[in-house]
């Protein structure tokens, strides 16, 4: 599972990207973040997909350049070859601290 940050034109933009993605993949979760005089979106999107795969869908749906051009890995939840959740990983992470 991997999160990801990009930023799009509009709340329309995001919503057709996350169509086509939805159908691909589970979104794990997507938080989206609209500023407040101008139409531009920031969104966090989670989800079992790679940066490579994500573009490539970006790149099908007519006029998501700024998608594109924005889209970035921004975390990558792997232990061991195992994916794991961001509960799972701070788990991890106490338990680690209380070993040591």
Same mark, same amino acid.
């Given at each position: 599972?991997?999160?990801? #940050? !990009?930023?799009?034109?509009?709340?329309? &933009?995001?919503?057709?990207?996350?169509? +086509?993605? #939805?159908?691909?993949?589970?979104?794990?979760?997507?938080?989206?973040?609209? &500023?407040?005089?101008?139409? &531009? @979106?920031?969104?966090?999107?989670?989800? !079992?997909?790679?940066? @490579?795969?994500?573009?490539? +869908?970006?790149?099908?749906?007519?006029?998501?350049?700024?998608?594109?051009?924005?889209?970035?890995?921004?975390?990558?939840?792997?232990?061991?070859?195992?994916?794991?959740?961001? !509960?799972?990983?701070? @788990?991890?992470?106490?338990?680690?601290?209380?070993?040591?």
């Amino acid at each position: 599972m991997n999160t990801y #940050g !990009f930023r799009a034109e509009c709340l329309h &933009d995001v919503l057709n990207f996350l169509a +086509v993605v #939805g159908e691909r993949s589970r979104i794990s979760a997507c938080r989206l973040h609209q &500023d407040a005089v101008f139409p &531009d @979106v920031e969104v966090e999107l989670v989800v !079992f997909m790679s940066l @490579v795969e994500l573009r490539k +869908v970006a790149h099908e749906i007519i006029d998501l350049h700024v998608i594109v051009e924005s889209l970035e890995l921004k975390r990558r939840w792997i232990c061991d070859g195992f994916v794991l959740t961001a !509960f799972q990983s701070l @788990v991890l992470q106490s338990s680690l601290i209380i070993a040591s």
